[in-house]
């Protein structure tokens, strides 16, 4: 069985810093692309950060991009979000999702989904 678990997720205040991770279980992350995804209130899902297969190749969306680093870490067989500066506009439910191959930052490329964090800027 493959699954992709999320966790890290909170309430935070404008300005403050959250750190996500995934972790994998049943494969391992090192040779699949892996993609952070998001999804607001009343908004479509939509691609956050997502990091490439052994390349180390990155993606970040405009509105993350210079706030959120994405990075792996083999030994743990995880992918980490650092989320810095954080927005009310950032509140929504954060996924973790995997590919079986090589992918860019688009819904469709990813096989498996993890359940969700809630991240929550609020003051």
């Known amino acids: 069985?493959?699954?992709?678990?999320?966790?890290?997720?909170?309430?935070?205040q404008p300005g403050g810093s959250l750190r996500l991770s995934c972790a994998a279980s049943g494969f391992t992350l090192d040779y699949y692309a892996i993609g952070w995804f998001r999804q607001a209130p009343g908004k479509a899902r939509e691609g956050v950060s997502c990091i490439s297969t052994?390349?180390?190749?990155?993606y970040y969306a405009n509105s993350v991009k210079g706030r959120f680093t994405i990075s792996r870490d083999n030994a743990k067989n995880t992918v980490t979000l650092q989320m810095n500066r954080l927005k009310p506009e950032d509140?929504?439910?954060?996924y973790c999702a995997a590919s079986r191959g090589e992918a860019m930052c688009i819904i469709g490329e990813y096989d498996f989904w993890g359940q969700g964090t809630?991240?929550?800027?609020?003051s």
């Open 54 to 58: 052994t390349d180390g190749s990155t």
């Open 118 to 122: 809630q991240v929550t800027v609020s």
């Open 1 to 12: 069985q493959v699954h992709v678990v999320e966790s890290g997720g909170g309430l935070v």
């Open 91 to 94: 509140t929504a439910v954060y």
